[in-house]
């Protein structure tokens, strides 16, 4: 029992910080019309796991989003991480909202391992 009570504190300290990162934080980016956002995810195919978009719905007429990964020829094998570049370009004047994940395709209902979030504002091409 005295065990218990020993770790409590830090598993109390622990919890909140545990709910925050339950729910990423949404990235700002500002966009005019025909302008790209591009980031590198970092990925592991071999494992299984791969960044999807999960949001904006493939109508969105606001944003593009592509995700494109290549690995370096000479340093392929298996387990060797292969970036992953996702590219946001803005299509008309709006906001959305852009959701990537990171897992695998087959493990339905089941958390992502990753998540990323983007709340995309896109205003008309300066003149």
């Known amino acids: 029992m005295k065990v218990f009570y020993s770790y409590l504190p830090g598993l109390l300290v622990a919890l909140p ?11 700002p980016v500002s966009l005019q ?4 956002f591009t980031v590198m995810l970092e990925s592991n195919a071999g494992t299984g796991y791969i960044w999807q978009v999960a949001e904006p719905a493939a109508g969105s007429k ?12 000479d340093s ?8 992953v570049t996702l590219t946001i370009t803005g299509e008309k004047p709006g906001t959305e909202i852009v ?3 990171y897992a695998r ?5 089941k958390a992502p391992a990753r998540e990323m ?9 300066a003149r």
């Open 17 to 27: 910080l545990l709910a925050a990162e339950a729910e990423p934080a949404l990235a």
């Open 33 to 36: 019309v025909g302008q790209q």
């Open 62 to 73: 606001v944003i593009n989003v592509e995700l494109f990964g290549t690995a370096p020829q």
């Open 76 to 83: 392929f094998c298996c387990g060797f991480p292969v970036p």
């Open 99 to 101: 959701r990537v994940i």
């Open 105 to 109: 395709p087959w493990e339905k209902g």
């Open 117 to 125: 979030r983007f709340q995309v504002k896109v205003s008309a091409a």
